[in-house]
């Protein structure tokens, strides 16, 4: 440890927080990764083989990536070396191969963490192929970012990646214990307390024995009920990224609980996002969208309510709106759904992707000039007004293409007339195409 301490600027005997004295000293007693960590999980069986592969490890804040790559140079008898991506550049990058690469000639391996790797840019990631691929370094990244859109496709493959899960109710439940056996004393908190206190973490390990070390100084004389432990602590900002996958995630979970039909999931992602700071425009955006790509003629009002709802962000602006926003998700979670009309565009794209050229037939032509009546523009139209049923079946597509069916509504919700109305023209049609 004293290596880290250096790094630091720090003595052993300077005052250390309560995460870093609690932190692991084997592999076998971290926490919460046990699908990764255990004897026949994939780290468990590099280290037991003594043959660490390059890897990426991708979770959330606080779930024991530093940790474990230290851990993992350890066991497996590798220095380690630790860059960041926020503080390092191409100079520091250059020093740390070097060092490596000298470390190498003298036959030690080098584990080389870099922590918030995605932070680096394309050609800062491209830097580290050379000596991965020579096993000057063996590459250990941590990152809270999906690696698939911000890691190089070229150091992804030479490398494996490991997802890192949010520490559970039992893990948080052991952090606590272990900090209680080191303090030695309990938590002043009463049972639905500790609850809360655990729900406040939301599964980040480092930020639940933040919170412990400051309830510990409390030197409460009496057990706190969750309601003190609120008054006491701030409540923590939901951990959301508005443009980075997060972001993607929560609202497709949105949008696929108003497709689902599914208001109370629907509800509880819209406050999801409000509560990350999610501009209420962008999700007013989106809500009309899935009003004419899931709802769409089964219920025609979807749309006009959620017009209305970004009407009302735009006039009332937050917190008044959010209201709104939740009037119409609970509109469309709660309509009947019908994909016709999405369907159906995407396949007359397709079709005038492939049929650009053709014109409409001629009796369907505009003839504002003499010329153009005589070259036969608009002749034999029927006006669909004067025809018996207002329907006259005439062809609108180009000649030289055979009529096409985009649009096949499946009878929910209003749909249900607008199918029947479309089979009672197809059979007039044919009746007079005969």
């Keep these: 440890m004293s290596d880290l301490f250096e790094a630091a600027g720090l003595d052993q005997g300077a005052p250390r927080p309560l995460a870093d004295r609690l932190r692991p000293q084997k592999?076998?007693?971290v926490v919460g990764q046990d699908h990764l960590l255990r004897a026949d999980g994939p780290i468990g069986r590099m280290v037991a083989q003594k043959r660490l592969a390059s890897m990426v490890l991708w979770g959330p804040p606080g779930v024991g990536k530093t940790t474990i790559a230290r851990l993992l140079a350890e066991e497996t008898g590798l220095q380690f070396q630790q860059i960041s991506a926020v503080f390092s550049g191409v100079a520091d990058l250059k020093k740390a191969f070097e060092t490596a690469r000298g470390r190498r000639a003298s036959g030690k391996g080098t584990l080389l963490f870099v922590d918030e790797i995605h932070r680096f840019n394309r050609a800062q990631q491209d830097g580290f192929l050379p000596y991965v691929e020579q096993g000057i370094v063996t590459l250990v990244g941590a990152t809270t970012e999906n690696p698939s859109f911000e890691i190089n496709a070229a150091l992804l493959s030479r490398a494996q990646v490991f997802v890192l899960k949010r520490l559970d109710d039992a893990a948080l439940e052991l952090l606590l214990q272990r900090a209680e056996a080191l303090i030695g004393r309990k938590l002043p908190l009463a049972d639905e307390a500790r609850i809360a206190l655990c729900n406040l973490a939301d599964g980040d390990g480092r930020y639940l024995l933040t919170l412990a070390e400051e309830l510990f100084a409390l030197n409460a004389p009496a057990a706190l009920d969750a309601k003190a432990l609120g008054d006491l602590l701030q409540k923590r900002a939901p951990a959301y990224d508005k443009d980075r996958e997060e972001h993607y995630n929560l609202i497709s979970a949105l949008h696929k609980s108003i497709r689902g039909s599914d208001p109370d999931a629907a509800l509880y992602w819209l406050a999801r996002m409000l509560a990350g700071g999610e501009p209420p425009l962008y999700l007013a955006r989106r809500l009309v969208r899935a009003a004419s790509e899931d709802i769409g003629l089964a219920d025609p009002t979807a749309l006009m309510i959620c017009l209305a709802a970004k009407d009302a962000v735009d006039f009332l602006g937050q917190p008044e709106?959010?209201?709104?926003?939740?009037?119409?998700?609970?509109?469309?979670?709660?309509?009947?759904?019908?994909?016709?009309?999405?369907?159906?565009?995407?396949?007359?794209?397709?079709?005038?992707?492939?049929?650009?050229?053709?014109?409409?037939?001629?009796?369907?032509?505009?003839?504002?000039?003499?010329?153009?009546?005589?070259?036969?523009?608009?002749?034999?139209?029927?006006?669909?007004?004067?025809?018996?049923?207002?329907?006259?079946?005439?062809?609108?597509?180009?000649?030289?293409?055979?009529?096409?069916?985009?649009?096949?509504?499946?009878?929910?919700?209003?749909?249900?007339?607008?199918?029947?109305?479309?089979?009672?023209?197809a059979k007039l049609r044919a009746e007079r195409e005969q």
Aim: with cysteine; glycine share 10%.
């Design 321 to 425: 709106c959010e209201v709104h926003l939740a009037q119409a998700v609970i509109h469309l979670a709660t309509a009947p759904k019908s994909n016709a009309a999405y369907v159906a565009y995407g396949a007359a794209q397709r079709a005038a992707q492939e049929t650009g050229a053709l014109g409409p037939p001629m009796h369907i032509r505009n003839a504002p000039t003499k010329l153009m009546k005589e070259l036969g523009y608009g002749a034999g139209y029927n006006y669909d007004h004067d025809a018996e049923e207002g329907f006259s079946g005439q062809n609108y597509f180009p000649d030289e293409m055979e009529r096409q069916v985009f649009y096949q509504p499946d009878g929910r919700g209003r749909e249900a007339q607008i199918k029947e109305r479309l089979e009672h023209w």
């Design 27 to 29: 592999l076998a007693d």
